[in-house]
């Protein structure tokens, strides 16, 4: 009797207890090979590193649906010196003189730092078509860090945007970086 007791009230504790669901889309988490950042990445997605330059990863996916791995997800770590933009209005500066459009950089409040945000629109080569070229929507996410800056871009066809641009913020909102920088 004690037995069926304790079981029913550990039942109902667990019950009661909030757990975290699976997230929707599949994500697991991921760890900088330098150690500079970890964070919740899509598990069936590829994952492109030492890409050279400034860039960290690049996630492409997803691996189904009409346009399979036509998306990317890159984290680049830009230096205050000896790199291409020493500061994040730099950068969307230069993206700013890229053909195509470009929104206003705005700032936006995100894990206690001042983040900036803009938007593209430009004709960029197909992932997986040799000399085509598909109009790509662009959203991209600067971190100001210690050493530099951060560029979290999310890219997709413009048609598609939408269907992984939430994958896309759940990477950003899981972002936590290391000592590396």
Same mark, same amino acid.
């Given at each position: 009797?004690?037995?069926l ?7 109902a ?5 909030k ?16 150690k ?7 598990a069936n ?19 189904d649906?009409? *346009?399979?791995?036509?998306? *990317?997800?890159?984290v ?5 010196s000896?790199?291409?933009f *020493?500061t ?5 500066k230069?993206?700013?003189?890229q ?23 430009? *004709? ?20 100001p860090?210690?050493?530099g800056?951060?560029?979290a ?14 994958v896309?913020?759940?990477?950003i ?9």
């Amino acid at each position: 009797m004690r037995r069926l007791v304790l079981v029913a009230a550990t039942l109902a504790l667990a019950s009661c207890q909030k757990s975290q669901p699976p997230s929707k889309t599949g994500m697991a988490l991921y760890l900088e090979p330098g150690k500079l950042f970890s964070c919740q990445a899509p598990a069936n997605w590829k994952v492109l590193e030492n890409q050279g330059g400034a860039q960290r990863v690049t996630f492409v996916g997803p691996p189904d649906g009409p *346009a399979p791995y036509a998306d *990317a997800i890159s984290v680049y770590f830009y230096a205050k010196s000896g790199s291409s933009f *020493a500061t994040p209005q730099a950068y969307a500066k230069a993206e700013a003189l890229q053909p195509g459009t470009t929104s206003p950089l705005l700032f936006k409040p995100w894990k206690g730092l001042a983040v900036y945000e803009f938007t593209a629109t430009r *004709a960029r080569p197909v992932m997986h078509g040799a000399g085509q070229t598909e109009s790509r929507k662009e959203s991209t996410v600067l971190i100001p860090a210690p050493e530099g800056f951060y560029a979290a871009v999310y890219s997709a066809p413009e048609a598609g945007f939408s269907q992984a641009e939430g994958v896309f913020r759940e990477l950003i909102d899981s972002l936590n970086f290391g000592s590396g920088r």
